[in-house]
């Protein structure tokens, strides 16, 4: 795989964490931003607004991609132990390889996103949100990249987590179908047979249902 094709695939996973940016829109982002304005160290504010922004880089915004990344490393300033600032500063290098057309850079830009990523998890191994975007990035890595046992390892410890239940449809769904992929990708198909459909039945006319449907097909 290339390089180009390597990073539209972690941008393939990544759009998934995008749940909520077309609900909330731009009236939200003004208002955060207003409120990071009169108080520049309202680590919520900056938190808030850097997933909005996150969101919309998934879809190949380079200008928003850079606005999260002035918001989570304000945050950051804040607290450095604030794993999930961490976590999504990791996914943003992930999309800074996709922007950045010479190939050496695309490859240090998703090294250092890893590396952040296995910072936030060392700083919070029981964060719901830490797990799940790092889990997500290791499956839109090619094998030599080594990310998949990573990978398997968080959406294990999602599976298993006790707060699983008390979780939004929309966040378990997304959690059994990429468990679901990347035991799939461990050829561990029964258990991978059985996440799909687990998240299908969840939220059965989602794109996380969807995209489980097809999986299913192709095993």
């Not at 695309?106 to 949100?129: C, Q, S, T, W």
């Not at 990978?151 to 699983?164: G, K, T």
Request: with cysteine; glycine share 6%; net charge neutral.
């Amino acid at each position: 795989m290339n390089q180009g094709s390597l990073v539209k695939q972690v941008y393939g996973v990544l759009l998934g964490l995008a749940l909520v940016a077309s609900v909330l829109g731009q009236d939200k982002i003004r208002e955060l931003e207003q409120r990071v304005r009169s108080n520049p160290k309202d680590e919520s504010a900056l938190m808030e607004l850097g997933r909005l922004y996150h969101d919309q880089g998934t879809s190949g915004d380079d200008d928003a991609v850079e606005r999260s990344f002035e918001c989570f490393d304000k945050a950051l300033a804040i607290d450095s132990t604030n794993a999930v600032a961490l976590a999504y500063r990791g996914s943003l290098w992930t999309m800074r390889a996709r922007d950045a057309w010479w190939p050496p850079s695309k490859l240090n830009h998703l090294r250092r996103g890893g590396a952040e990523l296995d910072r936030a998890v060392e700083i919070a191994p029981d964060n719901i949100m830490v797990r799940l975007i790092r889990g997500i990035n290791g499956l839109g890595l090619p094998a030599f990249m080594g990310r998949l046992p990573t990978s398997l390892e968080d959406f294990i410890v999602l599976l298993r987590h006790p707060a699983l239940p008390e979780q939004t449809r929309e966040l378990k769904v997304a959690v059994y179908y990429y468990a679901g992929v990347a035991h799939k990708r461990a050829d561990e198909y029964d258990r991978a047979r059985e996440l799909f459909k687990r998240a299908i039945s969840i939220m059965p006319d989602s794109e996380f249902a969807r995209r489980s449907q097809e999986e299913l097909r192709d095993m």
